[in-house]
Every structure is written in structure tokens, then in C-alpha cells.
């Protein structure tokens, strides 16, 4: 199985990217088109448009001289045309042709002469057949990159070019090249937009020959895509499908098809992707398709495509047990293999390894040993032909350089031409002025040579005053050093001296600032012992206060709501009984609905009252339900009250809770008092084991130095209860822009 995948599969893809360009055309086509092209006139439009398919024809059939021929008479014709895309298209075709004879110099030579005018070619479908060719001959001298921009440059202009048939078909051959480019260099995303475009342009121009290019392009990219993710079994499925098509389109249209191996192609596809894929259930497929693809290359004479069908033989040969069967195989492969003109040296490595290894398991190490000199002579023949190819591509290169460079050349002579005769006007007057300059130059020079003279002598004097400064400073350099000698030896003294006093002064202040840290140390111990002790004792007093204050409270709201509520509703009863059962007068009857309505209210304010006196939801249902139902009961027409939480989950105490349940109570009625908002935003969140609170309104705000809070009864509330949770607040506003106060109580 790897076998297949490494050797016969790289064939495969030569067949399906490569092989098509090296078409057989029919027999009766060919008939068609000679009579077609002799029955038009000499050196008219619609005998080049079919000298070119006439050409091909002819070169696909073995004709080659007579197609060259052909294609030479017209270019010599289309040359004297006015319209030179007749011209640059035939030469376009002589110049594959003979890339394809490996008449190398010939191509560059049709090629060029296709190039040089495209500058007066105004058809657009032309100049993308001119690009197309540049990037064929690009691509098959392993200049890919290179090729793509060219292939791109043809899309352009094919694109711009009435959607002819011609134009279409060169569009399809684009498309293939690029999706051929792009699957050689593994570029999956790539090579599926490119064979998306070549199946659908080729289901739309109905060319039977373009849509069995798309179809086999299609398998291929599907086939590759599951060797990737051989999970996604669809994949192989749509890659079946595809070569499936091809096989169908071939036998429904095998008159028309252009090339009659295509039906060889796509069974050896078809062959190996069973073989592969479909292992013992493929086996008797495999089988059969690879036998069609020999006697369709047996009829046809195209040894090349009978060496994957052979190698999948083979390999099925063995895996049955028959080596003898197998090892014939490799070996006709072999043979076919030396039948081809361009001998495929991977190939015939391959195939010689394989059958070393055969000959091995059968014990014939005479002939395993001959197989094995075989494959180190191929070897060395593959490796001096790579060297033998860069070496044609360096020439080529050269070559081309050395062309461009002649056609620069041509240009730059008629440039220089023109401007020989300015040239020749502006010499007498340039002759004059150099003569000028000569004798100026002669007068710098003299005075150059005075400077310089006067300057050699300013140098020497400048030296001897040096030297004699010099002189003098090593005198007084040997005065000072011995001056230095004797300071630096009582500088040593006094130095000694001052370091022995500095150390017995830093031992003293030592021991000083030692029993000096020893008391403030205690002194601070018992500062923080004494402030711990007035900290606790103020907590619990604001504890058992607080505690108190709940208590009462919560006495007060029982009282209001089970004493008082229970009378006013009692009242409003009776009121609603005698206005049902005995009053009939109008007015009567409205004052006592007035009275019932005033009772409503009063029983709702009593409700509020008992309600913020002890929140009884903080009990039964927590902090965050309590604040919900507060910010809701305190909305009102002209100003909002909302509530969010933030990743909020609270860890707080009951009474905890009541605290800063008074606190958010505090501030937000001192808003709604004061600020004359239109919106207030109570937003509580917890991190770290703290618990952020910030309470904000867009009122009218006010100064906060102005404004004395210490001595404020609400906020003096406020700040006790804060202190009681350990907590801190930040107070934020001025005028125009609201109020925002945030407050940080520790978690835990």
C-alpha cells in the first residue's frame, strides 16, 4: 500500500496535471480541420483563428514538421497584418511546441517575438493567451512563482475579454495551470478555489474535453484532502464521485473528446484509488480498471500510463500471495518505463529497489545483486542529469539576459540618435569652455601650491613648539610627582588617624541607637496593646448599639404593622361595608371613598414604614433580593432607581448585611432628597474577599469642601456603621456632575 502512495501515486499526478497538453486528436477532427482551413482564404482572420487549431492538431498527431510549418507560413503572413493579435497568438503556439520538443532557444525566440507587440494588441482575450503562454513555459521550467503572476495577468485581461469560446477555453487552461501549481506546492486552499472555478466554467462552457480536465482536478483535490483527514470519509466519497464522472463523461462522449487516452487516465485514477482506499473491497475494481488502462495505452501507444497500472498489479499480486505474477509486473513496468523517451529517473529507482527486494525474498541474490547495480547507475544518471538541468537553466537565464540586453540596447540606439546631433552642438561650445577651465585650473593649481607651501612651513614650527612644551611638562611632571609622593604619605597618616576615630564614634552612636530603638519599641507595643483594647471596646459598644437599635426597631415596626395596620384596615373594612350596604347619597358616598382612599394610603405608608424599619427580606431571603425590592419601591416617576451585581456573592453575617443594608438606605434617600436626579445606580460586586459598593446619581452634585459631613447626622450614621464593618468610602461630586460614592468592606 505505501508502495502505491510513494511511487505510482507522484506518477498519477503527472498524468493528470501534465499528459493532457500531449493530446491525441481524433482522426475525423483532424479531417474536419484541414478542410476547414483550406476552404477559407489565404491570409484571412478565420483561417489564423484556425491555423492554430489546425497546428495543434497536426503537432498531437506526430505531424510536427508539417504543424511547424504551417504555423511558420501564417506568422509570416499575420506579420504584415495590422492587427497583430493574429501575430502574437500564433507565435504563442509555435513557442509551446517547441518548448515541448525541447527546442528550447526556438520557444524563447517565438516567445519574445509574441511579447514584443503586445503594446499594440487591443484585444484583451490575445494578451491573456500572451500571459497564459509565458507562465506555461515558466511553470515547466520550475519557475512557479513567477508563473502565478503571469497566470494572474492572463485572468485580468481574460476576464475583460468577450466570453467567447476561445476566451473561455484559455480561462479553463489558466485555471488548470494554477490549480496544477498550487497542488504541487500542497497549497490546499488554493488549489480548491482554482478547480471550483476550472468546474464551473467548464460546466458552463459545455467543452467536454475542459469539463473532464475539472472533473479529474476535482478528484484529485478531494483525494488529497482525505489523505489529510482521513477521518472525514466524504471526502474520499466526493473524490470517487468525480473520477466517476470523468469516467461516464469519456464513454458517453468518446467521439469529441480530444485525446483518446483520457479514458486510460481516469481508470488508473480510478484503480488506485480503490487499491488504496478501499483495501479488500476495492481489490476486484482496482483490478479491472487497471487492466483497462493497459489496453487503452496498448492501443494508443502510451507506455507511460501502463506503469502505475502495472505497479497496482503488482502490489495486489502480492498481497494474494502471487510473487511470481507481481515480479512480472514491476518488470513490464520496467520495460515500459525504458520505452519512454524522457526516462523518469524516480521511477525507475522505484522500480529497481522493488525488484532487488523480490529477488532477495526469492533467494536469487545473483540477480537481487544486478538490480541493485542498476539502481546505483540510475542513481548516478539522475544525479548528473539534476546537474545537467541547472546547469540548462543557468544558460537559459543568461541567455535571456543577454537577449533583453540586445532589445536595450536597440532601444537605447534610437534614443541616442536623437540626441546625437544636440550633442554634437553643445561640443563646440563645451570644447570652448573647457579650454577656459584649463587655464583656470592651471592658475588654482599654482596657488594651491603656495598654500600648501606656507602650510608645511606653519606644520614644522607648530612641531618645534611642541616639542619644546613637551620638555617642560616632564620637568614639572617630575616636581609635582615628588610633592605628590610626600602629601600621599600624610594623607596616609591623617587618614589612619581619622579612621580610628570615626569607628570608636560609630561603636558609641551603635550602642546608643540600640537602647534607644529597646525603648520606643516597648513604648510602641504598649501604645498598639492600649489602642487594640479602646478598638474592641468601641466595636463592642457599636455592636451592642446597633444590636439595639434593630431590636427596637423591629419592636416598633411589629407593633405599627400588627396594632396600628390592623386597625386602619379594620376601618377601611367598615367603611367599605356601609358604603356598599346603606348609603345612596352621592356625596355622601364620595366622602367616604375620599376617607377610604386617604385610609389606603396611610395603611401603605404604614406598610413602608414598618418595612424599612426591619427588612425582614435580608432574613428570609438575603442582601441581594433585599436591595432589589428597596430599589424598586424607591423608583419613582422623576427619578430611577436600579440595582446590578457584579460576580457578587456575599459571605456577610445577618447583622452584617442590616448594616450596609442601612448604609445603601442612608445615601440613596440622601440622593433622592438632596441631589434632584434623574437616576440613581446602587452596583455591589466582590473580589478578593472585598466587597465594592458604589452608590451613583446624575444630579446636581455639590462642593465637598463647602459641605461639612462629620457633624451630619446622616452620614455620622453612615461612618459608624462603616467603622462597625471595617470598612472604607470614598465620596466623589461638584457641581453639574452628579454624585459617586464608593465604598470597600472586607469579605471575611
Known amino acids: ?90 507565435n504563442c503556439i509555435a513557442a509551446m511546441n517547441s518548448f515541448n520538443d525541447h527546442a528550447f532557444e526556438k520557444s524563447r525566440f517565438y516567445l519574445e517575438h509574441a511579447k514584443s507587440v503586445l503594446p499594440i494588441v ?75 472555478l476550472l468546474l464551473e466554467t467548464a460546466k458552463a462552457g459545455g467543452n467536454v474535453n475542459s469539463l473532464f480536465d475539472a472533473y479529474m482536478q476535482a478528484g484529485y483535490l478531494f483525494e488529497e484532502q482525505y489523505r489529510l483527514n482521513k477521518a472525514n470519509f466524504d471526502l474520499l466519497r466526493k473524490a470517487e464521485q468525480h473520477y466517476l464522472d470523468a469516467y461516464s463523461l469519456v464513454n458517453k462522449n468518446d467521439k469529441h473528446l480530444i485525446n483518446p487516452t483520457d479514458l486510460a487516465y481516469v481508470s488508473v485514477n480510478l484503480a488506485n484509488l480503490y487499491h488504496e482506499f478501499y483495501s479488500d473491497s476495492g481489490v476486484k475494481k482496482a483490478i479491472a480498471y487497471a487492466k483497462q488502462a493497459l489496453d487503452i495505452a496498448a492501443e494508443t501507444g502510451q507506455y507511460a500510463i501502463t506503469i502505475p497500472a502495472y505497479g497496482i498489479l503488482a502490489d ?171 602629601k600621599s604619605r600624610m594623607n596616609s597618616i591623617y587618614i589612619w588617624l581619622f579612621i580610628s576615630c570615626l569607628v570608636v564614634i560609630v561603636l558609641l552612636f551603635y550602642a546608643y541607637w540600640q537602647r534607644s530603638n529597646a525603648l520606643k ?54 367603611l367599605s361595608e356601609l358604603n356598599k350596604a346603606t348609603l345612596e347619597k352621592e356625596s355622601v358616598q364620595e366622602g367616604i371613598d375620599r376617607s377610604i382612599d386617604l385610609l389606603d394610603g396611610a395603611v401603605d405608608e404604614l406598610r413602608r414604614l414598618a418595612h424599612n424599619l426591619m427588612p425582614d427580606l435580608i432574613v428570609k431571603y438575603g442582601l441581594k433580593e433585599t436591595l432589589r425590592d428597596y430599589a424598586s419601591r424607591m423608583s419613582q416617576v422623576t427619578c430611577l432607581v436600579e440595582c446590578e451585581f457584579l460576580q457578587f456573592e456575599s459571605t456577610l453575617s445577618t447583622e452584617q448585611e442590616i448594616s450596609l443594608y442601612r448604609i445603601i438606605q442612608e445615601l440613596v434617600n440622601n440622593a433622592l432628597k438632596h441631589a434632584s436626579a434623574s437616576n440613581i445606580l446602587i452596583q455591589l460586586s466582590s473580589h478578593n474577599e472585598r466587597l465594592h459598593i458604589t452608590i451613583e446619581d446624575d444630579g446636581k452634585g455639590f462642593d465637598i469642601e463647602s459641605v461639612d459631613l462629620q457633624h451630619a447626622a446622616g452620614m455620622h450614621n453612615v461612618r459608624s456603621r462603616l467603622s462597625f464593618l471595617n470598612g472604607e468610602m470614598k465620596l466623589m461630586s461638584d457641581y453639574g456632575s452628579g454624585t459617586t460614592i ?5 469579605m471575611v
Request: charged share 30%; proline share 2%; glycine share 4%.
Open 521 to 574: 519599641q516597648r513604648e510602641h507595643l504598649h501604645q498598639l496593646e492600649m489602642e487594640k483594647k479602646n478598638q474592641q471596646h468601641a466595636i463592642e459598644s457599636l455592636t451592642a448599639m446597633l444590636a439595639g437599635e434593630e431590636k427596637e426597631r423591629t419592636r416598633i415596626a411589629r407593633d405599627l404593622h400588627d396594632g396600628l395596620g390592623g386597625l386602619l384596615s379594620s376601618t377601611k373594612l367598615g
Open 122 to 196: 487591443n484585444e484583451n482575450g490575445t494578451k491573456g493567451y500572451v500571459y497564459y503562454c509565458d507562465g506555461w513555459i515558466m511553470t515547466r521550467q520550475n519557475r512557479e512563482d513567477e508563473a502565478v503572476a503571469q497566470f494572474h495577468k492572463a485572468i485580468s485581461y481574460l476576464e475583460k475579454a468577450p466570453q467567447t469560446e476561445a476566451n473561455i477555453a484559455r480561462k479553463l487552461a489558466v485555471y488548470k495551470e494554477l490549480t496544477a501549481i498550487y497542488a504541487n506546492q500542497r497549497n490546499y486552499d488554493f488549489q480548491e478555489k482554482y478547480t471550483s
Open 1 to 90: 500500500m505505501g508502495y502505491v502512495q510513494n511511487i505510482w501515486y507522484s506518477i498519477l499526478i503527472f498524468f493528470l496535471f501534465l499528459c493532457p497538453c500531449c493530446a491525441v486528436f481524433a482522426q475525423e477532427q483532424l479531417q474536419e480541420l484541414k478542410k476547414s482551413y483550406y476552404n477559407l482564404p489565404l491570409g484571412s482572420r478565420e483561417r489564423f483563428v484556425l491555423t492554430g487549431k489546425y497546428a495543434q492538431a497536426l503537432y498531437f498527431n506526430n505531424e510536427k514538421a508539417l504543424a511547424g510549418q504551417l504555423l511558420h507560413d501564417n506568422i509570416q503572413l499575420a506579420r504584415n497584418y495590422p492587427d497583430k493579435q493574429y501575430y502574437a497568438y500564433l
Open 316 to 486: 495486489e499480486a502480492f498481497k494474494a500471495g502471487g510473487r511470481d505474477e507481481g515480479k512480472k509486473y514491476l518488470q513490464k513496468a520496467l520495460d515500459n518505463l525504458n520505452r519512454e523517451p524522457h526516462y523518469d529517473y524516480q521511477v525507475g529507482l522505484s522500480l529497481f529497489s522493488r525488484l532487488a527486494e523480490v529477488s532477495v525474498k526469492e533467494g536469487k541474490y545473483k540477480e537481487a545483486f544486478n538490480y541493485q547495480k542498476s539502481y546505483i547507475d540510475v542513481f548516478e544518471k539522475a544525479f548528473n542529469s539534476d546537474k545537467l538541468d541547472k546547469t540548462k537553466q543557468l544558460e537559459l537565464k543568461f541567455e535571456r539576459e543577454l537577449q533583453n540586453q540586445k532589445l536595450m540596447r536597440l532601444r537605447l540606439e534610437g534614443e541616442k540618435k536623437e540626441q546625437q546631433i544636440k550633442l554634437m552642438k553643445a561640443l563646440n561650445d563645451r570644447q570652448h569652455q573647457l579650454v577656459e577651465n584649463l587655464k583656470l585650473n592651471e592658475l588654482n593649481r599654482t596657488q594651491q601650491l603656495k598654500v600648501l607651501q606656507l602650510e608645511r612651513d606653519k606644520k614644522e614650527q607648530d612641531l618645534q613648539l611642541s616639542r619644546l612644551e613637551n620638555t617642560q611638562r616632564l620637568q614639572e611632571l617630575d616636581v609635582s610627582k615628588k610633592k605628590i609622593a610626600f
Open 742 to 746: 464608593e465604598l470597600e468592606i472586607p
